[in-house]
């Protein structure tokens, strides 16, 4: 048997069920790999005492035959997502010391399956950034940096940087993530691994800290389709707690896995997805997807996109403006980092937001209250607003036409931390294949489907209809299987 932290969780489940080995030791195998792999700086706070807490009761309830769906799996908790008890900072200073009252749902549904919390991964800030070096905490490093390049550390993608970091370097079997606009599935391509982002509304956002409430997607991050969607299908669900929650049943997916003939399935090709500059690598790597579904009995079609160009800047003002005033409530008054020294109130506020906030989440919230400011409200916001529209209109036609929509996930790999760190508007554009879907809140994933020339992975999206993702991972898992990827 392989090295038990290099399992898929489906693997690991089988073995726990045959009784190959305990789910202790499972998370002392991931344990030893994090302690080992601290280069990579993917975790802000590690709890293995916990996580060996965790394990022992699994491994109480399997012998009593109550294990559930995810029992005695150790996974990695992206530090947006509230754990009673457990520190959680957004990877941000003005919540470095927060310690939650209370446990986001999509965490709590995890761990009532009987998963196990290795720790709390790294992000940039609220979520805010495509490359992991916005974190408070330091940069994150993909572990598919070359060894024999050590001066040269590559980026695992943003804001889940944390996530990718820990499941392509085996210390975690899975991760949660957040997608707002590209947050999950970006990371994914950059590190070989497969993330998730489902349909806006199927997985209750209570408890995970807000960036941009009606984009922002609880996600999940694992080494196979299979691993993603059990996690998806575990914790999705409706949730009072959380207005957006749909109410709609959550069908069985993992069921539909079973069988990944594609007969009947239309794949649309976006010519919009055609950007100038591109690599060849990524341009072949998508024609090479798109043969391997019709392949696997699926017929592949065009579809437009006209509204596409505008996604980015639509993005870009709507984002912001959601991020001022969610993170309006980060004051020094009621939690978090406070200033030490200040005159008064108005003093304390502007003093604590300055040495609490990122640089990045500083451009953001200046952007994002600008366009809401009076006499910009109408010729940015609304408009921009009017323009989502249009996007998630031309999603709803190509879908009478098509049934997943398949485009690369990012216009690179994986590049240097620090490369275009001067230049937001170039790191902003690593979105740009990302964005469409998230404004339309349609479900998409990302799965490697090959290395570049240098040996870095390469990554696939797929889009489908709004509540629709037995099409998505099934084309998911005809990919995955015809690329036949292996990781590091």
């Known amino acids: 048997m392989s090295a038990l932290n290099k399992l898929t969780i489906t693997q690991a489940l089988s073995g726990l069920e045959n009784k190959d080995f305990t789910a202790v030791e499972l998370a002392e195998a991931h344990i030893k790999a994090m302690e080992e792999g601290r280069t990579l700086n993917a975790y802000i706070t590690e709890t293995p005492e916990l996580a060996l807490e965790q394990a022992k009761a699994s491994d109480a309830r399997r012998a009593a035959g109550n294990a559930g769906a995810l029992d005695g799996i150790p996974l990695a908790m992206k530090d947006l997502f509230c754990t009673q008890g457990v520190r959680t900072t957004a990877a941000s200073k003005i919540l470095e010391n927060f310690i939650p009252p209370y446990e986001s749902t999509v965490s709590q549904k995890l761990w009532d399956a009987g998963a196990s919390m290795l720790g709390k991964v790294s992000l940039d800030q609220f979520g805010m950034g495509s490359s ?8 994150v490093i993909n572990p598919w940096s070359r060894k024999d390049s050590p001066d040269v550390k590559l980026t695992p993608g943003g804001s889940s940087g944390g996530s990718a970091a820990a499941v392509a370097g085996y210390q975690a079997m899975g991760a949660t993530a957040t997608d707002t606009g590209g947050s999950v599935r970006q990371p994914a391509a950059f590190t070989g691994t497969v993330g998730i982002k489902p349909s806006y509304g199927r997985c209750s956002r209570f408890g995970v800290i807000a960036f941009a409430s009606s984009l922002d997607t609880p996600s999940f991050m694992a080494r196979s389709v299979e691993d993603t969607t059990l996690m998806m299908q575990t914790a999705a669900g409706h949730d009072a707690k959380d207005s957006t929650s749909s109410m709609r049943d959550v069908p069985d997916w993992m069921a539909a896995l079973k069988n990944i003939d594609l007969k009947g399935m239309k794949v649309g090709i976006p010519k919009e997805y055609t950007v100038d500059g591109m690599p060849e690598e990524i341009t072949n790597i998508w024609q090479q997807g798109a043969q391997w579904l019709k392949e696997a009995g699926a017929e592949v079609i065009d579809v437009s996109l006209p509204h596409t160009h505008y996604a980015l800047a639509t993005y870009y003002i709507l984002a912001p403006a959601e991020a001022s005033s969610n993170l309006a409530r980060y004051d020094g008054v009621r939690y978090g980092h406070r200033t030490s020294e200040y005159d008064d109130l108005i003093d304390m506020y502007e003093k604590t937001r300055a040495e609490g906030f990122g640089d990045e989440v500083k451009r953001r919230i200046l952007i994002g209250t600008y366009v809401l400011s009076a006499g910009y409200y109408d010729a940015y916001y609304i408009k921009a607003q009017k323009v989502r529209r249009l996007i998630a209109n031309d999603f709803e036609n190509a879908f009478e036409q098509c049934d997943v929509i398949l485009a690369p996930t990012a216009p690179s790999t ?9 230049d937001p508007v170039k790191m902003y554009l690593n979105d740009v294949f990302t964005i469409p879907a998230s404004l339309a809140g349609a479900p998409a994933m990302s799965v490697p489907a090959g290395l570049d020339a240098q040996g870095l992975p390469l990554g696939l999206q797929l889009i489908s209809k709004r509540w629709d993702e037995e099409s998505l991972v099934k084309a ?7 690329a036949n990827f292996k990781g590091l």
């Open 132 to 139: 992991n070096i916005n974190s408070a905490f330091g940069d």
């Open 414 to 422: 994986a590049f240097a931390l620090g490369e275009n760190q001067n």
């Open 476 to 482: 998911g898992r005809a990919i995955e299987l015809a």
